[in-house]
């Protein structure tokens, strides 16, 4: 399994009208974080899958967004909801930790 991606075109569609929360990841294919993360994200995708979709960004192919929200390094993972950035957490973390962040912002399913 790999996460679902998206793009700056669809961004708007995959991200801020989602009905759930959204965690993204902005990541890039030379980031070795990245790929330490990957799997872990991929596990909180399945593992949440009702309470929070999990999708990735290109930093390299996809810079309108990357700009938008000032992203400077990576991984970095924003979860949106109802569209805004909620919370924002930088660099490769333990499956718990990332957890623990989101927590807070996630409805009970």
């Known amino acids: 399994m790999s996460l679902n991606e998206t793009t700056d075109a669809a961004f708007a569609d995959d991200v801020l009208a989602s009905p759930l929360?959204?965690?993204v990841e902005f990541t890039a294919?030379?980031?070795p974080p990245c790929k330490t993360i990957a799997p872990v994200l991929e596990q909180i995708a399945a593992g949440e899958s009702e309470r929070l979709k999990v999708v990735a960004l290109d930093v390299d192919a996809n810079p309108?967004?990357?700009r938008k929200y000032q992203v400077m390094g990576m991984p970095t993972l924003a979860l949106f909801v109802g569209g805004e950035v909620v919370t924002q957490v930088m660099g490769a973390?333990?499956?718990a930790a990332i957890l623990r962040?989101?927590?807070p912002h996630l409805q009970e399913a």
């Open 21 to 23: 929360p959204v965690l």
């Open 93 to 95: 973390r333990p499956r």
């Open 101 to 103: 962040e989101l927590e």
């Open 29 to 31: 294919d030379w980031c």
């Open 64 to 66: 309108e967004t990357t």
